[in-house]
């Protein structure tokens, strides 16, 4: 009883000391061990993990799970002693920057039933450092119940999102935060040219609810409700329609089937097992695992789809349409540009770009209802699309190396020029929109104001 | 009780101390500074203690008495000087080595431990073997008159059994000085009397040399063999109780020192001897041998008694009267000069009344000439 | 008597204070300083050539984007301290005012919403709150109306403060409690009385712990990362400053610049908090303590108080019933509630929880002892000796509170990963040790607020008490500091644990191993899929009862420890 006011310290120590020994418990007996960087939910890897170890019970498997950026981020700042064996994300875009940063060993594989390539598209990397093992398209999803309450249409293509009807009940993300946003913008802007691209995005935008964070974030907020539609790559509409929640998803016909990826990390430690792992993805049985209810991706291997879930499309017999033949070269040189766009134009300025689009759209709203039209009006409204619209960046300065240069410190080759600096370039984007999306939405206003 | 069981180690314990009596020792403080940043709090104190001697440093808050005493322990920033414990130099050591023992003002009773882990400290970190740290801590707590205590913890006992264990912890380990910080500040005045009184009998048994530092007069001149009156970081004067009493070094000391008339005036020869003469033209009686010139003269309240001749006799009104018990005394105005006067009270004697008219009566020699 | 042993003394009283400055600047500059720095170097250097350059920062003064996220970050830090005082006030007040049993309710439950896992706590946040939440679509079903709660920066305002308002009301409480009820009695005899006398005397004594809370709860949702992500809020500093970090190929250094700002804004909002409680902190003067006197309530203001306490614990909990409805609810889309109910979540969670849990309950335990073992150290530092830079080590410790999780994380990575385990030759960064290291550093200054207040309450005279009956520096802190702090340490140590079993910003980026991952990192992973959020909300639940528990118990301790020996009033020192 003398010792009372120590005592608890003493069982705080206890405690610690206790959670140590509890977690120093024996490890696996593997001789082996691989660890793969992922960007997938555990939904998806547990599943090819415990196949994987069931057939090669000597390895054992590690799963770090990342987001695509993080991991790409974490595999450059550990290059210098590196421990991972593989990574393992959708974006190509992905594989090509770690590719570009001469991170990513060479290894290729003929599997049978794997094509070389989709509509032209190669399913795997022609330089051989990374291969795919799924194919994803990009579209649609929406919350039925959500639907039904605000009465909207289920929206079919690209332009449908446009409508002032889904004012507020769109959701996307920022293709810098999300590597298969990043395809989804470029698919529409190599799918409908770069100006007209924009225009879209910036409509659908226009009518954003929010821009999320994370890919994730838009099925979520579908599969909850917190906004109508979203865009999505096709396992999250899947996926999220297999757990049981009230959503479709369906493919417009601006789209692009693009494979996701895997690759061994340059200098793994554990290159067979590596190896290994990827054989076993590709074979039959590996790509079968693709059908499991809370993954629901297309496998790239043909003849898996005769046990494809009824439901699941399969690209190979031409049920999606795909226009779009994805550029990839085209995609990586001007990714950065694109990302930095997208943000400074759409993503930071969401609520002046919204207050434009809804001006606008009520502008249009009160034109049609006049009936006798009126020039006048007509013409100011044109002019706020107009600059709504306006780009700081054309076709052609994207795609200049120089000008991408400015958004990344280390330059491709010395002979590159780099003016400019991120910030600066990005104030002056953002001073343009700012001012157009304010001046579009006066104009509009004006516009109302003579109906 | 339960006392955990310390292992005799090479531990640089501080004195391996041997109960029974100790040896007192002598404290020589010698031209002792020390300042807070700017501000000088002592002025090249020189004391000398004797061994076993009861000592008390007197003075007014801020007068640097409890600083210097901290010194002495070890606490507050190093002073320049020597302080010398039984001939050894302590200053700059740390306070753990130095076997000093102090009690608080505050008492510092660590509430987490009972009475007898509190007093049974010191000799745990001194590897006290289990059996006579038993012994011992029993002993000091019967000492002081707490055995039935042990078991409580300090939150359970009065001031004035706080104050006795306090005590008991500090001289358990037997150190070579005992240092009490205003030890009765915070009892009540019975409580007060009482403490002062166990305080010297147990400072006797033991013979230890002790300092005891206070801002009451009258506990310093009740326990203690010598005082050293302080103010201002400055030894004003030391001495017997007494003799700090009747013949004071100065004003401050005068004044502090129980109740005075400091006078303003200057020393005249004259047939009969020496005068002293206000600056109101008043003559008073002093010393024969006094020396002329300006200067004060200090005169107690007790030594200006009522009626008298008309010869040396004062004549002045009353202006107030205060009840001390034993004493009434009287402010009187006497051609301007404020003289304190104290009247023995008897029963059934009236005070006198403000504005009466009276005639006063200074004895000789009574008078102390300080400095101008 | 022997005095051959004491020779040189000087020496050994110096020594033994720098020698543990200078082990707590070895951690703190090789764990925080160092890292942040290798971080933050790319804000001074120019994106071309790699020179030094201050020209980023004067791109992010240039910028309007920039200028409106510092202003927004500063209007929802200043709202989120109004809203989270107007929630903690009450609360405060009635648990010291009155004999008011729903104050145990009130302690226990007011600490929950600090346990909030990321990522689920916003999901359920929207599935109650958002624009089609369950009280949005019930107000629109019955009223036709509905109210932006999540809606921009209200909805980062309204979260955060929900999040962090325990601040406030435990550092007001405590210092409450320490009110000399003396100081009341005297307001009371000059005539003073009822809110007026709250105003004017018992707030200002109280003062210095709002203070502490208020500016705690400024810097951490200035600083905060999640909730405005989660939201996706994105014209704040913070989550500019982690979009532009961990975007993919871009290599903007405006991150690290606004990393920077973030850094020297926050340091300068807790000096200015600072200079605002110089003089102000009246707990060493008030002798007693006791806090306010209490007075019994009469039946209908029980009633009273009953209702609005638990008006505010409905609203504060919320976010943790949305979470337990969704950890059994089958299918939550567009509705008020889930469509069925189903344990199912919890035993999918429980297959991968328990790896998750023993290594979360190791590094949080783990970190806050560690937290609480600097912590003391630096407040015995800062307040027992006179060494000097001693107020930086207080600065540098709190300045980690400024650090976002995720630059720490990179600056980790960037620093350990080249260096070798001994044994192993594993890299360090991705030894599971990194990820307490992490979590210690971030959570610290939690821990040495507390570390500082239960040490400023002891009075130097105890400690000079041991000192003069020989025991040493060391000994003393060992049988007279601690054992005296030990509610404070418990507390420090309890918030520490608590809110570093939630913490995900930096473990994600040094996670390098699911077998080694905590418990936050399983829920981030159960977050990224349809299926997974049933299970992810089941592990959040566990999560926050693991915690919850584990705090209750280092409580009740504290308390039982307390009963055991009566309440001790401190004696004040003299001096």
Not at chain 1, 243 to 266: C, D, K, M, R
Not at chain 2, 86 to 113: C, E, I, T
Not at chain 3, 291 to 306: K, Q
Not at chain 3, 530 to 559: C, D, F, K, N, W
Request: charged share 15%; hydrophobic share 45%.
């Amino acid at each position: 009883m003398s010792d009372i006011k120590r005592k608890p310290l003493r069982m705080l120590g206890l405690g610690v000391a206790f959670a140590a020994l509890m977690t120093a418990s024996p490890l696996h007996a593997a001789d082996d061990k691989l660890v793969v960087v992922t960007s997938f939910p555990s939904d998806l890897t547990d599943v090819f993990k415990t196949a994987f170890m069931k057939e090669n019970p000597s390895i054992a498997v590690e799963v770090v799970n990342k987001s695509t950026s993080s991991g790409v981020k974490y595999l450059i700042e550990t290059a210098q002693n590196n421990q991972s064996d593989i990574f393992w994300a959708s974006a190509p875009d992905a594989f090509e920057v770690l590719k570009g940063e001469g991170l990513l060993g060479s290894y290729s594989k003929e599997v049978e039933g794997i094509p070389a390539d989709l509509n032209g598209y190669p399913i795997n990397d022609p330089d051989g450092q990374y291969l795919g093992f799924a194919l994803s398209g990009y579209g649609f999803m929406w919350n039925t119940r959500y639907m039904e309450a605000y009465n909207l249409p289920a929206p079919k293509e690209w332009d449908d999102l446009e409508d002032a009807v889904y004012h507020g009940h769109v959701g996307i993300s920022s293709p810098s935060r999300s590597g298969t946003t990043h395809l989804t913008v470029e698919t529409i802007l190599q799918g409908e040219g770069w100006d007209e691209g924009w225009e879209t995005l910036k409509a659908i935008s226009g009518n954003a609810k929010t821009i999320t964070e994370r890919s994730f974030g838009v099925p979520d907020g579908v599969n909850s409700g917190s906004f109508g539609v979203g865009i999505v790559i096709d396992f999250f509409g899947f996926s999220s329609k297999a757990s049981g929640f009230p959503v479709e998803f369906h493919y417009p016909s601006v789209t692009a089937l693009v494979p996701a990826n895997i690759g061994v990390v340059a200098n793994a430690p554990n290159e067979g097992p590596a190896q290994k792992f990827i054989d076993f993805l590709l074979s039959e049985k590996g790509q079968a695992l693709l059908f499991d209810p809370k993954i629901m991706r297309l496998p790239v291997n043909k003849s898996a789809y005769a046990d494809a879930p009824e439901g699941l499309p399969n690209p190979f017999d031409g049920s999606i349409q795909t226009k779009v033949q994805f550029d990839s070269d085209m995609s990586e040189q001007r990714y950065n540009v694109v990302n930095a766009l997208f943000d400074v134009i759409i993503t930071y300025r969401l609520d002046d770009l919204r207050n434009a689009t809804a001006a606008v759209h009520a502008a249009e709203t009160a034109l049609a209802g006049s009936g006798s039209g009126n020039a006048e009006a007509a013409k100011l409204i044109e002019e706020a699309r107009a600059l709504i619209n306006a780009l700081p960046v054309n076709a052609e300065e994207a795609l200049d190396p120089d000008f991408n240069a400015i958004f990344t410190v280390r330059r491709k080759d010395a002979d590159t020029k780099v003016e400019g600096r991120q910030a600066e370039v990005e104030q002056q984007w953002d001073a343009m929109v700012v001012e157009n999306y304010r001046k579009a939405t006066e104009l509009a206003e004006q516009a109302k104001s003579l109906l | 009780m339960n006392m955990p069981v310390k292992s005799v180690t090479t531990h640089e314990s501080p004195q391996d101390v041997k109960p029974g009596a100790v040896e007192p020792v002598e404290i020589d403080i010698r031209n002792v500074s020390l300042s807070f940043g700017a501000t000088e709090v002592l002025k090249g104190i020189d004391l000398k203690i004797e061994p076993g001697e009861f000592f008390a440093f007197l003075g007014p808050s801020g007068s640097g008495k409890s600083t210097l005493l901290r010194a002495i322990a070890g606490f507050g920033p190093t002073p320049k000087g020597q302080i010398l414990l039984g001939g050894q130099d302590v200053v700059g050591m740390a306070p753990w080595k130095r076997n000093v023992g102090m009690v608080f003002q505050s008492y510092a009773l660590w509430p987490h431990m009972s009475v007898a882990r509190n007093v049974a400290f010191g000799l745990d970190e001194r590897r006290v073997p289990k059996a006579e740290t038993e012994r011992r801590v029993k002993a000091a707590l019967e000492m002081v008159g707490m055995s039935q205590y042990a078991e409580r913890y300090p939150s359970q006992l009065s001031g004035g059994q706080q104050q006795r264990v306090a005590l008991a912890r500090t001289i358990v380990v037997e150190p070579r000085v005992l240092l009490l910080d205003e030890p009765l500040s915070n009892l009540d005045a019975n409580l007060r009397v009482q403490m002062r009184q166990d305080l010297l009998k147990l400072q006797r048994r033991l013979g230890i040399t002790t300092i005891f530092v206070t801002h009451d007069q009258e506990e310093a001149n009740t326990i203690c063999d010598r005082i050293a009156v302080m103010a201002d970081g400055v030894v004003q004067q030391v001495g017997r109780p007494d003799d700090v009493y009747d013949t004071p070094a100065n004003a401050f000391v005068a004044s502090f020192l129980g109740t005075a008339n400091v006078l303003e005036g200057s020393v005249r020869k004259e047939a009969g001897g020496s005068v002293f003469v206000l600056h109101s033209g008043i003559a008073l009686p002093c010393a024969e041998n006094a020396s002329p010139g300006a200067g004060k003269l200090v005169l107690r309240p007790q030594s200006i008694s009522f009626g008298g001749s008309s010869e040396n006799g004062l004549k002045g009104t009353v202006m107030s009267a205060e009840f001390l018990g034993g004493m009434i005394r009287y402010a009187i105005d006497v051609a301007g000069q404020t003289l304190l006067v104290d009247e023995v009270h008897t029963r059934g004697h009236g005070r006198r009344k403000a504005g009466e008219q009276v005639s006063l009566k200074v004895r000789h020699q009574e008078g102390v000439l300080i400095g101008g | 008597m022997t005095t051959a042993a004491l020779r040189r003394p000087a020496l050994n009283m110096s020594v033994g204070p720098y020698l543990a400055a200078g082990l707590v600047v070895l951690f703190l500059g090789a764990f925080l300083v160092v890292p942040v720095l290798k971080v933050i170097q790319v804000a001074f250097q120019d994106p071309a050539t790699g020179g030094f350059t201050l020209v980023n920062f004067q791109d992010f003064f240039a910028s309007t984007l920039f200028r409106q996220s510092f202003y927004n970050s500063v209007y929802v830090a200043g709202m989120s301290v109004v809203i989270a005082s107007a929630i903690a006030l009450p609360l405060a007040y009635f648990t010291t005012r009155f004999n008011f049993s729903g104050s145990v309710i009130i302690q226990t439950l007011a600490f929950v919403p600090l346990i909030m896992p990321p990522f689920i706590g916003a999901v359920a946040m929207q599935l109650l709150f958002g624009a089609n939440g369950s009280v949005n679509l019930i107000l629109r079903d019955y009223f036709g109306i509905t109210i932006p709660f999540m809606k921009g920066l209200n909805g980062v305002i309204f979260v955060q403060s929900l999040h962090y308002f325990p601040f406030i009301l435990i550092n007001l409480s405590a210092s409450l409690r320490n009110i000399d009820r003396s100081m009341e009695e005297a307001a009371q005899m000059l005539g003073s009385s009822g809110v007026r006398m709250f105003r004017r005397i018992v707030f200002p004594l109280a003062m210095p712990g709002y203070i502490a809370g208020a500016s705690l709860v400024f810097v951490k949702v200035f600083d905060d990362l999640g909730t405005p992500l989660l939201l996706n809020v994105n014209t704040m500093l913070a989550p500019q400053a982690y979009l532009r970090i961990s975007s993919v190929g871009i290599s903007d250094p405006m991150g690290y610049v606004i990393s920077c700002i973030l850094i020297v804004f926050s340091i300068f909002a807790m000096w200015v908090s600072f200079l605002g409680m110089r003089g102000k902190d009246y707990s060493t003067t008030q002798k007693g303590g006791g806090g306010l006197s209490r007075r019994d309530l009469t039946r209908r203001e029980a009633v009273l108080c009953y209702i609005v306490v638990l008006m505010i614990l409905a609203l504060v909990l919320a976010p943790h019933l949305g979470l337990l409805l969704l950890s059994f609810g089958t299918v939550w889309s567009f509705g008020v509630l889930p469509d069925g109910f189903t344990v199912e979540h919890y035993e999918t969670a429980l297959t991968s929880a328990w790896g998750f849990i023993q290594n979360t309950l190791l590094y949080a335990g783990l970190a806050g002892l560690i937290d609480i073992i600097i912590g003391t150290a630096i407040a015995y530092l800062v307040l027992r000796t006179n060494i000097i830079g001693r107020k930086w080590l207080d600065y540098m410790a709190v300045s980690a509170l400024a650090v976002p999780g995720v630059v720490l994380g990179i600056g980790y990575l960037r620093v350990f990963y080249g260096v070798e385990m001994p044994v192993t030759g594993q890299p360090l960064a991705t030894w599971w040790g990194i990820i307490v290291i992490a979590l210690a550093v971030r959570r610290l200054p939690y821990a040495l607020r507390s570390c500082t207040a239960a040490l400023q309450q002891i009075s130097p005279a105890l400690e000079e008490a041991a000192e003069n009956l020989g025991a040493s520096k060391l000994r003393t802190v060992r049988r007279v500091v601690v054992p005296l702090m030990v509610s404070g340490l418990v507390a420090g140590f309890v918030t520490s644990f608590a809110t570093a079993a939630v913490e995900l910003s930096a473990t994600i980026m040094l996670v390098a191993s699911e077998k080694d991952a905590p418990l936050a990192y399983g829920l981030y992973l159960f977050m990224q899929s349809a299926a997974g959020r049933g299970p992810g909300a089941a592990l959040g639940i566990m999560a926050v009862i693991i915690v919850g528990l584990a705090t209750y118990l280092s409580h009740r301790l504290v308390e039982n420890a307390r009963h055991n020996q009566a309440t001790t009033a401190n004696q004040g020192g003299g001096h």
